[in-house]
């Protein structure tokens, strides 16, 4: 099948070939496991167990407070040690649940039950979607039940796997893909039972042969789920790029995909979608890369959620001998979010640590100059946007012709403009700040 692509982006080094040599392990964590409520978008969930108390690998701590929340599920088993507000990844700081572990990792009490497919209804699958916590694993944290409660699923056309993985250095859902294929297709098969017109489509990127080859194996016979390959390039992961690709629709700025009769889950969401309908399995662990080449030896692992990071880069050999590490960032170099210390949990929505010696943008803000007006940017936006004109704006804290007129809020983050930059410019680190500004005093 003829691969596609989209218009704009850009082709950043992989470096993917550093985590790939080696076989995923599951890594079960020593130390004290940290749990945030806030690891989704929407309200944070309340926590519903106090110091003191002891908990089950599997065991809901903290509840969704709300329709658009997620619940919190505690991945070892233990005693609470403390429920106090801690420093996030974001700088931010959360209400975060604390659990000593007692490195025995005992199951709640009916996980890892069998579900028979056959006596499934649709709320069955939406009810254990929503009880295990299940959100968006490609990065955004959107919880997946309501992703998946369609006013108009008869509307919805397709279900696209988001297989793409299109960052540097992250490997996580290609060995994913690799390994879990049956269940993915499984997962795919459980959602199109909520949307009855749907097809099912699986986007992997033509630079992951392997994973392709995984997964039609499985899509054989299959009469609606297909593996759809698509051009190798960044940021081909973006939904809006995404459903372009394997559709031919287009999404208009402030339409949801459902509004083109689409919905977009990556491909370790619906992994989880599948352990938590048919095995009564909470988000309790998920494929986690630790890559980059500050790294002795990259690796994808299949961690426990809350996992202390210090820890992981341990499990990876830790830092090469005589290497000085530079930066470390949550995610890839492209989108990723740089840490100022190991201290800190993963979360549902992280599936990256890549650990560097060096740093392209303290490179870059010793190189920087004017704007030389040249559009690279504008060529290079995957979705269209004018950043030139956005950074105009943003330096004037002309917020509305941001937003009115520039439609910056649409602004994905994926860091393409600041990429092609000549004048290396740090575009998407300004729209972050201008958009974080705008969306603050929209809330007061």
Do not use: W
Not at 165 to 171: D, G
Not at 199 to 218: C, H
């Amino acid at each position: 099948m003829q691969t596609k692509t989209f218009k704009g982006g850009i082709h950043p080094a992989g470096h993917k070939e550093l985590s790939k040599g080696h076989p995923v392990e599951r890594y079960l964590p020593k130390g004290d496991l940290v749990f945030p409520t806030n690891q989704h978008i929407g309200k944070p969930a309340r926590p519903i167990v106090q110091k003191g108390d002891k908990v089950l690998a599997g065991q809901i701590i903290a509840e969704a407070d709300g329709f658009v929340s997620a619940n919190v599920i505690s991945s070892c088993s233990g005693t609470v040690k403390a429920v106090e507000e801690r420093v996030t990844s974001a700088g931010t700081r959360a209400l975060c649940i604390v659990v000593e572990n007692d490195g025995q990792f005992t199951l709640a009490p009916g996980v890892g039950k069998t579900r028979h497919e056959g006596t499934l209804s649709n709320k069955d699958i939406l009810d254990a979607v929503q009880a295990a916590g299940i959100i968006g694993l490609g990065g955004a944290g959107f919880p997946t039940h309501v992703k998946l409660s369609s006013k108009n699923p008869e509307g919805i056309d397709y279900i696209i796997a988001n297989g793409s993985e299109c960052e540097p250095y992250i490997t996580c859902d290609d060995l994913l893909m690799q390994k879990e294929n049956r269940e993915i297709v499984e997962g795919i098969k459980l959602v199109l039972q909520l949307f009855p017109n749907a097809q099912g489509i699986i986007a992997i990127e033509d630079n992951k042969p392997e994973a392709i080859k995984a997964m039609e194996a499985v899509c054989a016979g299959e009469k609606q789920v297909s593996v759809q390959p698509v051009m190798a390039k960044y940021p081909e992961g973006g939904e809006r790029n995404l459903i372009s690709v394997v559709t031919g629709r287009d999404l208009r700025f402030g339409q949801l995909p459902a509004d083109v009769g689409c919905i977009v889950c990556n491909v370790a969401t619906l992994h989880a979608i599948y352990r938590a309908v048919f095995h009564s399995e909470p988000l309790m662990e998920r494929y986690f890369t630790v890559s980059g080449n500050a790294i002795a030896s990259p690796r994808t692992l299949c961690v426990r959620l809350g996992t202390n990071c210090s820890e992981l880069i341990q499990a990876a050999g830790g830092i090469r001998e005589g290497c000085t590490v530079k930066k470390v960032l949550f995610g890839g170099p492209m989108m990723g979010v740089a840490l100022t210390t190991l201290d800190l949990p993963v979360n549902k929505n992280n599936n990256a640590l890549t650990v560097l010696a060096e740093d392209d943008v303290e490179l870059a803000q010793s190189q920087m100059t004017a704007c030389i007006r040249c559009g690279r940017c504008a060529h290079a936006c995957p979705i269209h946007l004018v950043p030139q004109l956005m950074a105009e704006a943003a330096q004037r804290k002309d917020y509305e012709r941001y937003e009115k007129k520039l439609y910056g809020l649409d602004c994905i983050a994926c860091g393409s403009c600041t990429y092609v930059c000549p004048a290396k410019r740090p575009l998407m680190q300004l729209f972050k700040q201008t958009k974080a500004a705008i969306l603050a005093a929209k809330r007061k």
